[in-house]
T-cell receptor
């Protein structure tokens, strides 16, 4: 596609349920990032993939959060046993990482609400 | 860890007035990026600066990187309603590819 896509755009789930958020990056982009963004704040880093390798997961809040990118393209962020504090906008971004320019292209985000 | 301080948090201007946001770091930066996020939208990359004293322009937007590479600014001349949004600076760490984001400056056009 032309840009980064994320699905679903909105997800309402009950506390204790598991959710899976999908990111489809721009074709050919090596790097993929997951962020969480609270209203009125900047993106908060969660995890980073280089191709299929998860290079950095230092931003994942706890072990209920995990992410994978098995074929180096589509990525899934999974939150197990969701809690109300997990409610936020989850954003994915991809980057070509070439030529010294590291601009990140963001998807529209998934708005997660845990009730 | 690396932190980037961005000020002001908000700036209210009349349409046609100028707008400036600043980012500061206590340590030397290898690069700085600027993004714009419209209300309800996602961050969109504007520019990357890497050289000491670098100045780049995009129409009414002027981006500067300080001589010591510890600060950067974004200046908008003669703001228009299309400029409304939040402007973020972000620093890419060389060690692990993370982007460290400033808190953002929200540009508000007074009615």
């Amino acid at each position: 596609g032309a840009g980064v896509s994320q699905s679903p755009r909105y997800k309402v789930t009950k506390r204790g349920q598991d959710v899976a958020l999908r990111c489809d990056p721009i074709s050919g982009h090596v790097s993929l990032y997951w962020y969480r963004q609270a209203l009125g704040q900047g993106p908060e880093f969660l995890t980073y993939f280089n191709y299929e390798a998860q290079q950095d997961k230092s931003g994942l809040p706890n072990d209920r959060f995990s992410a994978e990118r098995p074929e180096g393209s589509i990525s899934t962020l999974t939150i197990q046993r969701t809690e109300q504090r997990d409610s936020a906008m989850y954003r994915c971004a991809s980057s070509l990482e070439q030529g010294g320019i590291y601009e990140q292209y963001f998807g529209p985000g998934t708005r997660l609400t845990v009730t | 860890g690396q932190q980037v301080m961005q000020i002001p948090q908000y700036q209210h201007v009349q349409e046609g007035e100028d707008f400036t946001t600043y980012c500061n770091s206590s340590t030397t930066l290898s690069n700085i990026q600027w993004y714009k996020q419209r209300p309800g939208g996602h961050p969109v990359f504007l520019i990357q600066l890497v050289k000491s004293g670098e100045v780049k322009k995009q129409k009414r937007l002027t981006f500067q990187f300080g001589e010591a590479k510890k600060n950067s600014s974004l200046h908008i001349t003669a703001t228009q309603t299309t400029d409304v949004g939040t402007y973020f600076c972000a620093v890419r760490l060389d060690s692990n590819y993370q982007l460290i984001w400033g808190a953002g400056t929200k540009l508000i056009i007074k009615p």
